[in-house]
Nanobody
């Protein structure tokens, strides 16, 4: 079982930056691929970014590529999402998720995640 707790959301002006953090419990965190999703009101959940267990492989949605950076610190059981050049359309609840398949050679698909955090609100004002 993995428990995930996000933090770092808030209100920021367009063009600004935020760093989201996700604290994970469990000894096996370092073997899991991790992802960030977001959901805006009235919209489907969007798969924003992912990072492999080794941090060698990453994925970004086209909508955030070049602006967001996912990273992890396995020694601290933490995953981060650095968000720069924020836009009003980035406003959403952001969720951290874990794919429990250990030491996977591939990044997870959006339906492969079994563990989810409670979400943190990000609001970007224009």
């Amino acid at each position: 079982q993995v428990q995930l707790v996000e933090s770092g959301g808030g209100l920021v002006q367009a063009g600004g930056s935020l760093r989201l953090s996700c604290a994970a419990s469990g000894r096996t965190f370092s073997s899991y691929a991790m992802g960030w999703f977001r959901q805006a009101p009235g919209k489907e959940r969007e798969y924003v970014a992912a990072i492999s267990w080794s941090a060698v492989n990453t994925y970004y949605a086209d909508s955030v590529n070049g602006r967001f950076t996912i990273s992890r610190d396995n020694a601290k059981n933490m995953v981060y999402l650095q968000m720069n050049s924020l836009k009003p359309e980035d406003t959403a609840v952001y969720y951290c998720a874990a794919d429990p398949a250990p030491y996977s050679l591939y990044l997870p698909g959006k339906s492969d995640y079994d563990y989810w955090g409670q979400g943190t609100q990000v609001t970007v004002s224009s």
